[in-house]
């Protein structure tokens, strides 16, 4: 079986998101991006069911502006066999709406055939969570989201989902898109040597027209302003002020 | 302008907290109608008709759609969008699991956990953990949207909605139940909790997690905890608080050794009072506290608890 595993390069998860003075944004020049942390867990998953002998091949796929290239590299060296990349976008401010690429993957799919689709949750930047559940249902194929354990036992496999009041565990037709959690897997570095192979693997470059996919967005961004900011407070000397403080402020 | 309402309906049983919030929002948009399905859905059914603001109920009773599975769920759903241009429901994991499949079937976008409903077209959400918060106005035919409820007040008792009882579709058959591992507890529920109490890595291990449970029963609060309490296996993931967790805006936050990571941050910082307590003076948990204490939680936390019980 055949593994996708959709990545998106986003803004690096440990970087404070400073919004345009003029509200058309967040600033995204010179910010450091990477790829998408459930996404590396989704790849990661992906490589090991490949070392468990229940995957041949993974295929990682981003859709977005050239740069998300390197992203793909950085799949490539974990371990994925090759890569698709989608120019959708000349500007890393349009982001791609789920819908859209949903759409591409599904012609992704269609062309590819996996068994599998390994995508991650949400992605940290627009924190949908809404790809993997589209592209299942242009599919009509099962779902198994916010996965933190999966197990593939023939046409079928047991997801243990992360819900509100526990965990769940469903069992799904293969073939099936599964959504990864945090608690699935700790994603492996990427070695020296295997950055230096990821090189040369094969990464084909396509675009949106190519699978006649309108990315036109469905939403229109009327502005992007910052949260309203706490103001300071402060800080107590003892517990016995802090317990006064909060009896002053009718918290307790 | 019609609005069908998927209520938060979990074994049978209504909850009526993230149900009635999501009413709050969804009545800004129209005339609504909730739909309450399940293996069991007459109670809950019952329980939506009391809530002021909701007009209508649909009950969707069938095997078929026992723990809220995607793919029936979402079939059922899109043989009522006909009748509505808003699709709405609470944000949790059940609705984050189906609202999008909805909205592909439909050929629509979704716009997830919005925190403000300025008309019928346009929508707040906050993005990048939520250090932003992004207007968007849809051009879709249906609005398939989730409520993010921290955001939003409870809407009162006091309704009495006519009930009807409708059938399930054809299930799809892609998927089945197997098990639910259900966090026993008996604290109020994290999201619709007034007071929490959060552990994170500073608490060290499982067993002094019972501190941080000790200091939540003294306060009458829920316990949360940041993911690297969960990692550690200190607490169960669903406490987890924060932006791949549970978003919570109680009256009260108290965070103990938790450091303030922007991940941590998005799911608390809506809260009306915020407390740390932490012994590293420079934890960025104290940016956003309205009361900070420096201190060993080990002394701190024992001694908060016993002058409150």
Redesign the interface.
């Known amino acids: 079986m055949k593994v996708l595993v959709p990545v998106k390069r986003v803004?690096d998860?440990?970087v404070?998101?400073r919004?345009k003075a003029d509200g058309s944004g967040?600033d995204l020049a010179n910010v450091k991006m990477s790829m998408n942390p459930f996404d590396e867990i989704a790849v990661e998953q992906a490589i090991r069911l490949k070392e468990a002998g229940k995957a041949e091949e993974v295929i990682a796929v981003s859709i977005g502006v050239k740069q998300a290239q390197e992203t793909l590299r950085t799949a490539l060296a974990m371990g994925a066999d090759r890569a698709i990349l989608v120019i959708a976008s000349e500007d890393v401010n349009t982001d791609i709406?789920?819908?859209a690429v949903?759409k591409i993957l599904k012609a992704i799919v269609d062309e590819e055939q996996p068994g599998l689709v390994l995508a991650g949750?949400?992605a940290?930047?627009?924190?949908?969570?809404?790809?993997?559940?589209?592209?299942?249902?242009?599919l009509?194929?099962?779902?198994?989201?916010?996965a933190?354990g999966l197990d593939i036992e023939g046409d079928h496999a047991?997801i243990t989902?992360?819900?509100?009041?526990?965990?769940?565990?469903?069992?799904?037709?293969m073939p099936s898109i599964v959504t990864v959690?945090?608690?699935l897997n700790e994603p492996r570095y990427a070695s020296l040597p295997n950055i230096m192979k990821a090189k040369k693997k094969p990464l084909d470059e396509k675009t949106a027209a190519d699978y006649g996919v309108d990315v036109t967005?469905?939403?229109?961004?009327?502005?992007?302003?910052?949260?309203e900011t706490?103001k300071a407070?402060?800080?107590?000397g003892?517990?016995?002020?802090?317990?006064a403080?909060?009896k002053e402020?009718g918290?307790? | 302008m019609a609005v069908l309402l998927l209520a938060e309906v979990t074994d049978g049983e209504l909850n009526l907290d993230t149900t009635a919030k999501a009413v709050t929002a969804a009545a800004k948009l129209g005339d609504v109608t909730a739909l309450c399905c399940g293996a069991s859905a007459a109670a809950a059914g019952e329980a939506a008709a009391k809530i002021a603001g909701i007009s209508k109920v649909l009950v969707a009773e069938d095997a078929s759609l026992g723990h809220r599975l995607a793919e029936p769920t979402a079939a059922l759903i899109v043989s009522l969008a006909g009748d509505y241009e808003h699709i709405v429901a609470p944000a949790t994991t059940d609705a984050k699991n189906v609202l999008p499949r909805v909205a592909a079937l439909l050929d629509m976008m979704v716009i997830s956990d919005v925190s403000g409903v300025v008309d019928g077209d346009t929508f707040e959400r906050p993005i990048y953990a939520g250090n932003a918060i992004q207007t968007v106005k849809s051009t879709d035919a249906k609005k398939v949207v989730s409520i993010r409820t921290s955001t939003f007040d409870a809407a009162p008792d006091g309704g009495s909605a006519s009930v009807e009882t409708i059938s399930a579709v054809a299930n799809p058959g892609l998927s089945e139940w197997i098990e639910d591992k259900v966090a026993a507890s008996d604290r109020p529920d994290l999201t619709s909790a007034g007071v929490v109490v959060s552990g994170g890595r500073g608490v060290g291990s499982k067993d002094d997690f019972a501190m941080i449970e000790a200091l939540a029963d003294a306060l009458g609060a829920a316990v949360g905890a940041s993911r690297a309490a969960v990692d550690s296996g200190y607490a169960p993931n669903d406490w987890q608080v924060g932006q791949t967790g549970k978003v919570v805006a109680p009256d009260l936050y108290v965070a103990v050794g938790i450091s303030g990571a922007i991940q941590h941050l998005a799911g608390m910082k809506d809260s009306k009072i915020i407390v740390a307590i932490n012994k590293d003076e420079e934890a960025p948990i104290f940016q956003v506290a309205d009361y900070g204490l420096v201190a060993d939680l080990f002394e701190a936390v024992p001694e908060l608890t016993k002058k409150l019980s």
């Not at chain 1, 009509?140 to 916010?146: C, N």
């Open positions: 803004i998860y440990n404070k998101v919004v967040v709406e789920p819908l949903a949750k949400q940290i930047d627009n924190d949908m969570n809404a790809t993997g559940q589209m592209l299942s249902a242009l009509g194929w099962s779902q198994g989201t916010f933190s047991l989902r992360e819900v509100d009041g526990g965990l769940q565990t469903i069992k799904v037709k959690d945090l608690r967005p469905r939403l229109t961004v009327i502005g992007t302003a910052e949260p706490r407070g402060e800080i107590v003892s517990v016995d002020d802090l317990v403080k909060l402020a918290a307790l």
